[in-house]
């Protein structure tokens, strides 16, 4: 018989406690899948801040530390520093990185450390139950913002990728969506491509991923798909913003 | 000859802890300035790169502990230098290390509060310092040097006792040993290293190693704290440190510690040359305390002055070693911004 998929070996056999329709799920297997691919797995050591991203030790097959809400940018830093031959990536939610956190990833950046980011944007606090993220879009309603964010009181959405792309020791940026087939698997295309340039030593790689929250959404997961093509991909582009501007030969 | 000569330098007391650093295998610094300490992250940014460590200058205390917590995770000797409010900020980061038994070694200059304060040197860090500091049932083994070569000692010790016990280590200076110049006798370069095989560096050849402080599942977190709780009891068992001065059959002891000890000494001389029966108990470890040592010490005294350059935070800790003495205790502080002189406390000797 011939094996067409089995679960990649960079994920435990662990029974996932994400939600049903969880956005988390598909990102932790398209790393899985691309460190199985590229072969890393025993010399990759994953980070994993406080949220619903901190359950990802429990799921990856490989070195995985927990780090403290925000300061996984500062913890990957040093693992790097001390191993650079090893691979290191952070695994960030929105509020972890782009509120409590934005000092670490801006710095982090600014010395071009040489380490992947998958910063999972799904527009809303998750583990502590829906309440308003630095990402959750104007009107959108949260337990905090139960009338819909509003720019007066709420202020705007952090847009990412948009903030970095300004910064010298920032190689890599993309947006991505997990919003249907092509997205998940350009999602995974720029996994690949972060730690690829993490090999090269090129610097700090992010890949923004638009993900679903369906519990806190109080949307069905077909429903929640469909909000982030059709609402969060507007106000979030999916594109490249930054790359090396050399081709590799 | 033909054995390593031992060198002497004359260094501040940042200089000296972080040569102590050196010598005990430090490949790890990361700071962030902050006056009566900036000498540290300077000095360490040229001897990391002497010596093949990294050196980075974080974007705060927040980030410095942090990083501080990757080193450690990786395996390798690290540690991180501040003053009162960066410790402040950094407490979050230190109890994530003592959660997830992670060993580290943090050097507090502490200088007067609270807020801002001002630069000068002050004890008033002894609460946040021996009582854990961040949140959680935790503590850091504390050490309380009073000279240059101490912090030099203590700093090299303590990096030996944050593998031992896979905890944090609290080195407590202060302003004024960050700053004054001693000679100090550097110790030759560590050799040999524990073993470390949680650490993460890839899982070539073994099972994948993870570190977390987060337990979810109901009885394991209490069955962690437990595990914890042994540990700390073997440390207060075994780490006790402390140094006695003319305490044998005296009837008036004076407990203090680091350089307010070093001050206190020289009024206790002048005391005892006008024949007064007076002794000095200085805590050194001052978490673990030395509870039953300072208890035996004031078996026969019937007075106690406890002289402390804050507002009174060790007496606590002495009351509970005094608590089957019939002496009277006493106390003398100057909170942040008074920094006492020898003649002071002989004064307050006398009156008491």
Known sequence: ?249 | MGTEEMKIKLLNGCEASAEGALSAGCKFYAGYPITPQNRYPEYMSKRMEETGGIFIQAESETSSINMVFGAAAAGFRCMTSSSSPGISLMQEGISYLSGCELPAVIVNMSRGGPGLGDVTPSQADYFQSTRGGGHGDYRTIVLAPWSCQEIHDHTYMAFDLADRYRNPVVVLGDGLIAQMYETVKIRPKKKRFPKKPWALDGCYGRKPNSLKSLFLTPGVLEAHNWKLAAKFAKIEKREVRFESYYCKDSTYIVVSYGTCARITKEAIDRARGEGINIGLFRPVSLWPFPYQQLAECIRTAKKILVVEMNLGQMIDDVKIAAANSSARIFFYGRPGGGVPDPDEIYREIKKK
Request: glycine share 8%; charged share 20%.
């Open chain 1, 1 to 249: 018989m011939k094996t067409i998929y089995q679960r990649p070996e960079s994920l435990t056999s662990a029974t996932s406690i994400y939600c049903p329709g969880c956005g988390h799920g598909i990102v932790q297997k398209l790393i899985a899948e691309v460190i199985d691919e590229l072969e890393l797995r025993t010399r990759t050591i994953g980070v994993a801040p406080v949220g619903c991203a901190v359950l990802s030790y429990d799921y990856f097959n490989f070195d995985v530390t927990e780090a403290a809400h925000g300061r996984a940018p500062a913890v990957a830093t040093a693992i790097k520093r001390l191993l650079p031959n090893r691979i290191v990536f952070t695994y960030q939610g929105d509020g972890d990185l782009a509120a409590i956190g934005t000092a670490e990833i801006i710095h982090a950046a600014t010395r071009g450390e040489n380490f992947s980011v998958f910063f999972v944007n799904n527009a809303v606090y998750g583990m502590t139950k829906g309440q308003m993220a630095p990402t959750t879009l104007p009107g959108q309603k949260t337990t905090t913002t139960i009338y819909g964010r509003k720019a007066e009181t709420h202020g705007f959405p952090l847009k990412i990728c948009e903030l970095l792309s300004s910064i010298d020791g920032v190689i890599y940026l993309e947006r991505t969506t997990t919003s249907d087939i092509p997205g998940i698997m350009a999602t995974k295309k720029a996994i690949k491509r972060a730690f690829s340039l993490q090999i090269e030593n090129k610097g700090l790689s992010l890949v923004e991923i638009l993900t679903s929250c369906p519990t806190n959404w109080k949307k069905s997961p077909i429903e929640s798909m469909k909000w982030i093509k059709e609402v969060m991909e507007k106000y979030y582009p999916v594109k490249v913003f930054k790359e090396p501007s050399v081709a590799k030969i």
